[in-house]
């Protein structure tokens, strides 16, 4: 509505959120208090798959199919690379930028608080950086255009490798962060230097 980038937005909400949840905690971390809460994310619906596990596959599957076969998908594609063009089009821009992010995000801290059963303030501030990293990564464009869920997680699964690399040849934990943040730009120039071959 104001103009502001998608990504300064997202900047300014989690530094307000950040600090509500610091006010309405008062800085303490807070245990859940249902005791099967758990199971949301250690549970397990089918017989040796924990359901952690199973949301992964499942809204990795849904997330695919709606990206290649929905409208909503195109949507997602068009509003990712320019918000103006898809105005003009008619597309709920602010709606879809909702689904495609907020209710996947709220999914997620359930499924974190369901594993750890206790709630802290900046919980998951880390994330932020792994899931950039995952999503550049495994292809999509901070510029919008490409991308696809399986992408992603084959991203993911790459920082984890990575991080878990980085500890078993004896380099200090300490340093996990910046051998994420050195494998964006890597990301970036390899897609940019892609698309300028292909152009």
Avoid at 9 to 26: K, R
Avoid at 101 to 120: D, I, K, P, Q
Wanted: glycine share 12%.
């Amino acid at each position: 509505m104001v103009g502001l980038a998608p990504f300064v937005v997202t900047l300014i909400t989690y530094a307000i959120a950040g600090t509500l949840a610091f006010i309405v905690t008062n800085g303490r971390s807070m245990p859940i208090g249902a005791p099967d809460f758990w199971l949301l994310n250690s549970g397990q619906l089918l017989p040796g798959l924990k359901n952690h596990i199973l949301f992964c596959i499942l809204l990795m599957v849904v997330i695919e199919f709606t990206l290649r076969k929905v409208v909503l998908g195109r949507w997602f594609y068009v509003v990712g690379t320019s918000a103006a063009a898809a105005r003009l089009l008619g597309m709920p821009v602010q709606r879809t930028r909702f689904a495609a992010s907020g209710l996947l995000a709220s999914f997620a801290g359930l499924l974190t608080v369901s594993y750890v059963l206790n709630v802290e303030a900046m919980a998951g501030s880390s994330l932020m950086l792994q899931a950039i990293a995952a999503v550049v990564i495994g292809g999509a464009s901070l510029a919008g255009g490409p991308g696809s869920a399986i992408g992603a997680v084959l991203g993911a699964l790459t920082i984890t490798c990575i991080q878990n690399g980085v500890n078993l040849i004896g380099v200090n934990s300490f340093w996990q962060g910046s051998v994420t943040g050195v494998a964006i730009p890597i990301a970036v120039l390899i897609d940019r230097f892609g698309n300028a071959a292909r152009s």
